[in-house]
């Protein structure tokens, strides 16, 4: 149940300080793991779909995805170790 308080003089020592590096250093931190969470919740929703469905929605996966390692091999090595008994 919420009430008027028509004499004003009653809120006058209420104080709130203006800045609390307590505060602050909390805030930050709050926002900094809701950009992390929110990150890691589009990754896995990204690594879900496939490629239609990627291209299907405009998503550019490498924007979201962290990069793979990848190896460069000459050219017919492949082939070579297949082919090999």
Do not use: C, H
């Not at 009430?3 to 909390?26: C, E, G, H, K, M």
């Not at 879900?48 to 550019?60: E, H, N, R």
């Not at 962290?66 to 050219?75: K, N």
């Amino acid at each position: 149940m919420s009430q008027t308080f028509y004499d004003t003089t009653l809120a006058l020592s209420i104080r709130v300080p203006r800045s609390n590096w307590l505060l602050n250093w909390a805030a930050r931190a709050a926002a900094r793991l809701r950009a992390r969470l929110a990150l890691a919740r589009a990754r896995r929703i990204v690594r879900a779909l496939d490629a239609a469905q990627l291209a299907d929605a405009g998503i550019d996966a490498s924007t979201i995805l962290l990069p793979r390692p990848t190896i460069t091999i000459e050219a017919g090595l492949m082939t070579k170790l297949m082919t090999m008994p």
